[in-house]
């Protein structure tokens, strides 16, 4: 019966794909409807075309390096290939992913997004401390981003009016402290935030106690075992070893502040600046929030913080997805895959609303 599964797969992904790819046509070139369904097909490696590559020339990929207080930072720059009559000045999007990445297809994705990103039209840089791109453990820090700001803000080719930032997983949470910057808060034009956590006293709480604290109370949510050994190795590089013990055997922290007893008052102010809860009154940017509702590395009730916790009057759109659940070759076409779908394209369309090509 593996047959027939997979032929309604491929053909339930053809009529949406199809679907996409006949509104994009409907609309001009790169409006948001157009720029989203392009992008969303581009994004899952199940699409079994990839009509970007056709539609746009190839980006060019420069290796860029900038200094920092934290240390050396490097970067994959790219630029959008040449039009016919290229605009003077582009948007800019500075990619954001807070740790190492381990696996080189991880890197590849990566760039890859960033690559799709400049063929839509935006000059993109994927920047990160020299010392993590080396395999080194630590956080990624904000300084990172904002000098990456900078580089971008000081190019003939970018508009400094609309460069946004867009970070991934842990990288959306030093994405989000830094776009609340004094330094650049005022000039940052959106923040696209994919997956990451709120407050990272209450994550460090959901890893070792297997419950995300939300609402007053908290929800049952185990992290995955690579979540555990990215946090074990983690904690002891950034001088945290005495909470090692806790996220290696699961032994429970029963309250925020005993977690907070755990530490000194350097270490709290460490953490504290990696948390966009320590930071939120100072973001001027809209925020586009999206978190997959059984990511193992995040859990999803950090972005309802986010969203809830920013500022009065700060445009925000969230959504809590399903949609990742629905990519394994396997799994049966059905209305809930069609609704999820529907319902990323939708937010899509609000983010390539916010960040006209």
Do not use: C
């Amino acid at each position: 019966m593996r047959g027939p599964v997979v032929w309604r797969w491929w053909a339930s992904r053809g009529v949406l794909l199809l679907g996409v790819l006949v509104l994009a046509a409907l609309h001009p070139p790169l409006s948001p409807a157009a720029a989203a369904a392009l992008f969303l097909v581009e994004s899952f490696p199940q699409s079994p075309i990839k009509p970007l590559a056709w539609l746009a020339p190839p980006p060019a990929h420069h290796p860029i390096a900038l200094s920092s207080p934290n240390g050396p930072v490097v970067g994959d720059l790219f630029v959008p290939g040449t039009r016919l009559i290229p605009p003077p000045r582009r948007p800019a999007v500075i990619v954001g992913t807070g740790v190492r990445l381990d696996r080189e297809q991880d890197r590849a994705a990566v760039r890859h997004l960033a690559a799709s990103l400049a063929r839509l039209g935006y000059v993109t840089l994927w920047p990160r401390l020299e010392a993590i791109d080396a395999g080194g453990w630590q956080f990624e820090r904000p300084d990172t981003f904002v000098r990456a700001f900078g580089y971008l803000a000081a190019r003939d080719d970018v508009d400094p009016e609309r460069i946004s930032l867009l970070g991934i997983s842990l990288g959306a949470s030093i994405v989000l402290v830094a776009a609340s910057e004094p330094a650049i808060a005022e000039q940052v034009h959106t923040v696209i935030f994919l997956g990451g956590y709120f407050d990272l006293l209450d994550y460090i709480l959901a890893i070792v106690n297997e419950r995300a604290p939300y609402a007053g109370g908290d929800i049952p949510w185990r992290a995955g075992d690579d979540t555990r050994r990215q946090a074990r190795e983690l904690v002891q590089a950034e001088g945290l070893g005495q909470l090692r013990p806790y996220v290696e055997t699961e032994a429970p922290l029963e309250s925020r502040d005993a977690l907070i007893a755990l530490l000194s008052p350097d270490d709290l102010a460490r953490l504290y600046r990696l948390s966009p809860a320590a930071q939120i009154e100072r973001l001027r940017a809209p925020v586009f929030i999206l978190h997959d509702r059984h990511d193992e590395y995040v859990p999803f009730t950090e972005s309802e913080k986010l969203a809830a916790a920013l500022p009065a009057g700060t445009p925000r759109s969230l959504l809590i997805s399903s949609a990742f659940d629905h990519v394994n070759l396997g799994q049966e076409p059905s209305l809930e895959l069609v609704v999820e779908f529907a319902r990323l394209y939708g937010f899509l369309v609000g983010v390539f609303a916010a960040l006209p090509a």
